[in-house]
C-alpha cells in the first residue's frame, strides 16, 4: 500500500494536471467532486488543496455555493513570494546581482540578434523617452524607465525563464536596497543620471546594429552604472 506521503504526492500531481488543462478559472467541482475524481479522502483533498492554493494554482471560495477554481500564479505573485524567502536565507546580496548581471548580458546579446526591422519601434520609443528626462529626473524616474526598457528587451527576445528568474532579483534588490529621494539633489546624483543615459544609448544603439559584441560590453557598462548606484544607497554595516 502506498504510504500516506505518496498518496498526497500523487494526489497533488494529479490536481495540477486536472488545473493545468483547464482554462484558467475554471470550476473544478466541490469538494465532494474531487474526492470522487481523485479517489481520495476529503482530508487529502483538503491538504492539498492548501498545498496548491500555496502554489498559486486554485482558489477555494467556501460557502454553500463553493467550489474549487483552478487559476494560474503571476509573475508578480511569483516575484513578491520568492523575493520575500530571499530575505530569510543568510546569504551575499551581491550573489543575486552578479546573476542579474550574467542574465541581462545574454538578453541584450539575443536582443542584438533581432532583425533591425523588428527591433527598431522598441529602440526608438525608449530613446525618445530616455531624451526627454530631465538631468534634474529623480531616482524614481530613473528606475521606472530603466524597468520599462528592459521590458521591452525581454519582450524583443521572447526569454520569458530567464526574465522571471532576473525580476526576482530585481524584486529582491528593491527591497534591500531602496534609494532615499534625499540624494536625488546631490551632484552624485547627476552624475549617476549622466552615466545611466550614456549607458542606456549605448545599450540601444548596440540593438539598432546588430552588435552582439558590442551589446554585451554595453550591458555589462549598464550593469555597473547601476549596481554603483544601488550600493551606494545599501544600508552600511553598524
Known sequence: ???????????????????????????????????????????????????????????????????????????????????????????????????????????????????????APMVESIRRKLEKLKPTAVFSDISKLEQESQRAVFDLVNSRYIELIFQINTAFAQRRFAAPSAR???????????????AKRLELNAIEDGDADLAMMAARHMRNVWHRRLWDCAPQPS
Open 1 to 119: 500500500m502506498a504510504s500516506g506521503k505518496s498518496t498526497i504526492d500523487a494526489a497533488a500531481a494529479s490536481l495540477r494536471s486536472i488545473v493545468l488543462d483547464a482554462e484558467p478559472g475554471t470550476l473544478l467541482g466541490s469538494e465532494d467532486a474531487l474526492v470522487a475524481r481523485l479517489g481520495v479522502s476529503r482530508s487529502t483533498v483538503r491538504q492539498i488543496a492548501r498545498l496548491l492554493e500555496r502554489e498559486g494554482l486554485l482558489r477555494v471560495r467556501r460557502g454553500i455555493n463553493g467550489g474549487y477554481y483552478g487559476v494560474r500564479p503571476t509573475i508578480g505573485t511569483i516575484e513578491t513570494t520568492v523575493s520575500a524567502y530571499l530575505e530569510t536565507l543568510d546569504m551575499d546580496s551581491q550573489d543575486l546581482t552578479t546573476i542579474a548581471s550574467v542574465l541581462w548580458v545574454e538578453v541584450m546579446r539575443r536582443a542584438a540578434a533581432v532583425p533591425r526591422e523588428t527591433s
Open 184 to 198: 536625488d539633489d546631490t551632484e552624485e546624483h547627476r552624475a549617476f543620471i549622466h552615466e545611466w543615459r550614456q
